[in-house]
């Protein structure tokens, strides 16, 4: 639901006596920025309150190694976070210098080595890191993964199985493993292996298309198919607190929307409201923000102030479909079913793909006795997602209500096809005259 952050293509510069990308020591000297005028105005003054601290750190020669090596890494996480990486690199470099020991600059360069596609030095840090922190088993899961990409694969099978041997139920592990195993064609391994990330983390869609792959190697097309069908983009989930993600980091619009989405995933409506506010106080004429702040407001359980942000997203917006969907569920609550037809049929306008706003729709306009017109809603919802079993059921009470049996039947036909544990929609072919069975 969060908009790609913007790209930052302004060259950037490193002052004199800046120390090289390509070696570990370090200069005295302090960072220069860029150009920052692309990017939001409170990005822009966190980046250069962060290049103020460390700029006062470097002039104090009071100041602990440690903290110093500490703000060059946190304007190094801006950085990454705006797109800065060359720069990033230059700070993490002097970080990882100030502080030897402490594994999170080399952990962080790997990162940012990875952002710039230099694969064998990301390869290098995230093995510094992994001696550093020896019982951490995440440089050695994002070790494994970069020698993949770097067509490594026993390489990566190696770490992979030092993680493992570390923390036997990372799915994120399994994962690489049995694509490791895959790219080494030990089928059998990576049957195993990518088995165990479904039963670990059954959400992670992306392991499918490697399974079926291997069981395809493996003669079971049956298997391979069923696979393949259901192959998606979400990886297994790695638990990694040194790693946030570049909106969480950064104070700007998108930041707060990023935020206060993840609290209405946790359905902490207090903190998801905060955000949503702190979004627009930001960028004011965001009507993303405005919309999710009504929705967070709405679940609440205030209804009239979610009422007015949705009023006002769809001023400012008048095809924001879901503004209007939101509208016509909070009219079709009030009773207001004049109201809750024409706001449905805004949001049906507005994105013609919607089967909710599609159903809603034609629940409105049947129970307001439009059962033609709502027919048609049903069958379009069920054309859009036959998955939804609501738009079935009310298709089918209205051929009934319509006498219409010969097609009531047919549909219910289709219906229990998709969906035959529903009990509602035998129910309904029982109410069918016997001479129409």
């Not at 297994?236 to 989405?261: F, I, N, T």
């Not at 009219?331 to 013609?352: F, H, L, M, T």
């Amino acid at each position: 639901m969060t908009r790609r952050r913007c790209a930052v293509t302004t060259a950037l510069l490193v002052l004199a006596g800046a120390c090289s990308q390509q070696s570990r020591s370090t200069s005295p000297e302090p960072i220069a920025l860029p150009d920052l005028s692309s990017l939001e105005g409170s990005v822009q003054r966190q980046i250069s309150n962060r290049h103020k601290a460390l700029d006062a750190k470097l002039k104090n020669p009071a100041i602990p190694q440690t903290d110093v090596a500490a703000a060059y890494g946190d304007l190094a996480r801006l950085l990454m976070a705006v797109g800065m990486d060359d720069l990033a690199v230059s700070c993490y470099l002097r970080a990882e210098a100030k502080a030897p020991d402490d594994m999170r600059w080399s952990y962080y360069l790997g990162h940012a080595y990875l952002r710039r596609g230099d694969r064998s030095r990301a390869a290098a840090a995230f093995q510094h890191a992994s001696r550093l922190s020896s019982a951490d088993p995440n440089p050695l899961i994002w070790l494994g993964a970069t020698y993949l990409d770097d067509g490594r694969p026993e390489d990566a099978q190696a770490a992979f199985g030092r993680a493992l041997s570390l923390q036997p139920h990372s799915a994120a592990a399994w994962f690489g493993a049995g694509r490791a195993a895959l790219a080494l064609r030990r089928y059998v391994d990576a049957v195993q292996d990518l088995e165990r990330v479904l039963a670990i983390d059954g959400r992670a869609s992306a392991v499918h298309y490697p399974l079926g792959i291997a069981y395809r190697a493996l003669g079971d097309p049956q298997k391979s198919d069923a696979h393949l069908r259901q192959r998606g983009d979400v990886t297994p989930e790695l638990d990694d607190p040194l790693m946030q993600s570049d909106d969480d980091v950064l104070d700007s619009s998108m930041g707060s929307e990023h935020r206060g989405m993840q609290a209405l995933r946790r359905a902490d409506w207090r903190a998801a409201i905060a955000e949503f506010r702190r979004g627009l106080d930001l960028k004011p004429d965001d009507v993303t923000l405005r919309y999710w702040l009504g929705a967070a407001l709405y679940a609440s359980g205030d209804g009239p102030a979610a009422e007015t942000e949705f009023r006002a997203v769809v001023q400012r917006a008048p095809d924001h479909a879901n503004a209007h969907f939101s509208l016509g569920a909070i009219d079709d609550a009030k009773g207001r079913r004049r109201e809750a037809i024409e706001e449905y049929s805004a949001a049906v306008n507005a994105d013609p793909t919607l089967p909710e706003a599609r159903l809603r729709l034609a629940d409105a306009l049947r129970t307001s006795g439009q059962l033609e017109a709502s027919l048609a809603q049903y069958e379009r919802a069920v054309d859009l997602d036959p998955r939804l079993v609501e738009p079935w059921i009310g298709g089918a009470r209205i051929f009934i209500g319509l006498a219409r049996y010969g097609q009531a039947r047919e549909w219910l036909f289709r219906a229990r096809r998709v969906h035959p544990e529903r009990k509602e929609l035998a129910e309904l072919e029982a109410r069918l005259p016997p001479t129409h069975r």
